[in-house]
């Protein structure tokens, strides 16, 4: 193979089997998990007619999640990946399932809402637990499939994966819950699920290639605690993008604006949903084609600075295209920022530590998600919806500000 023709071939990486492999089972898994936090948001909000509720589900969440990461990150690099990814997803799909049974009209009409809203939050909270090893599982199975010439585009590819596998899921779900109710949308989740076990199947083993020995597991765990915070490149990513995310997770409160602001319904929130992840796969499709040569580290902290404002610009319209277009272009920036971040992060860490150091940046980047979702959730409830969408985009650029001083080596960042 002619490396230097491969590196530079926009379908190097989706070339080779091993790969399309992964990234279908990928992609069918991240759908179906798409279309179950749409739903699960929606669902609660219709129970209960709380924002803290949508709040709430990310707390439940990312409190095993967190808890949980620097283990699962040791586990991952001492295990048989392909093994664990697929226990993982097993049991995720018996959630789903779960959520299933509790969704049909039998335990509607025989079990209250109190019953029914606490044993959602109790999968979710299971799910949180599955989180810490499937996430990371995914990341550092990318970086045995390919060469390490083939990263970066294999890092975009990936990306692209889980963002258009977002998108399809976010979309579909809105306009599935309207056609077919809870039940039915939850019935295409647990085949989504069943269809990635199949397919990560047929891949091969992907052995450990760190092996625990006489480390103990707080030593392992350390070691790549260690490592992360010894590379500033890495560390000033993930700084970014954690309290960017973390005070810009205006989409928490979507089913708000879609049910009390902007008056637009099930499909309406469906678009709106999936606004954000429309933005960013086509970016990260013109990525994998024309990739960035040059000046990557400054692109990064415009392209958070620029997600900020659109968060503002989203939280104080009151038309729905103007919302859904300041989403689509903080996606936009935001599938920028995921592609750079993600290379950074492949190409940086070596093999024997990508459990570890992807758990971390579980830890820094994931669960921001769900802290940024119980912000909005919290803030909202003492603020107004309004004030608090907006807050948190101002937040998010004072900490691109914060940062572009505080870490000038990711400024000067190429690849």
Known sequence: MNTNVSRHDPL????????????????????????????????????????????????????????LALYAGHVIDISEK??????????????????????????????????????????????????????PAFSAIVGQTVSKELLPNATTWNQGTWLSASVIGHAS????????????????????MILALYVLSKMHKKPAVHTAGEKRTWESVKEGLTFVFSTKEILGALSLDLFAVLFGGAVALVPVYAK??????????????????????TVVILLALFPLRRNQGKLLFF?????????????????????????????????????????????????????????????????????????SGVMAKFLGVVPSVVFGGCMTILVVIATWFKAPSLKKMEY
């Not at 898994?29 to 699960?40: A, D, N, Q, Y």
């Not at 779900?173 to 989504?192: E, P, Q, R, W």
């Open 82 to 135: 392909k093994r664990l990814l697929l226990r993982g997803i097993f049991f995720y799909l018996l959630a789903a399932a779960t959520l299933l049974i509790l969704s049909t009209h039998y335990i509607s009409n025989t079990a209250g809402k109190p019953f029914i809203i606490g044993a959602i939050y109790f999968v979710i909270f299971c799910t949180g637990i599955l989180r810490a090893f499937t996430g």
């Open 303 to 375: 392209a958070v600075a620029g997600f900020g404002l659109c968060i503002i610009i989203f939280g104080i319209s009151k038309i729905f295209w103007i919302s859904f277009l300041a989403l689509m272009f903080g996606g936009i920036l935001d599938g920028i920022s995921v592609v750079i971040r993600g290379t950074i992060l492949q190409l940086k860490t070596p093999d024997e530590m990508r459990g570890r150091v992807m758990s971390v940046n579980s830890m820094f980047i994931n669960s921001s998600n769900e802290l940024g979702q119980f912000e």
């Open 12 to 67: 190097a990486a989706v070339r080779i089997p091993e790969y399309r492999f992964l990234m279908i089972g990928r992609f069918c898994f991240i759908m179906g998990l798409r279309m179950l936090s749409t739903l699960v948001g929606w669902w609660l909000y219709e129970l209960t007619s709380a924002p803290l509720a949508l709040g709430l589900i990310g707390l439940a969440e990312v409190v095993p999640a967190l808890s």
């Open 173 to 192: 779900a809105g306009f599935l819950i309207a056609a077919f109710s809870n039940t039915g949308t939850l019935m295409l989740v647990v085949s989504l």
């Open 260 to 281: 009390d602001i902007l008056n637009v319904g099930a499909i309406g929130f469906g678009w709106l949903n999936a606004a954000t992840d429309i933005g960013a796969i």
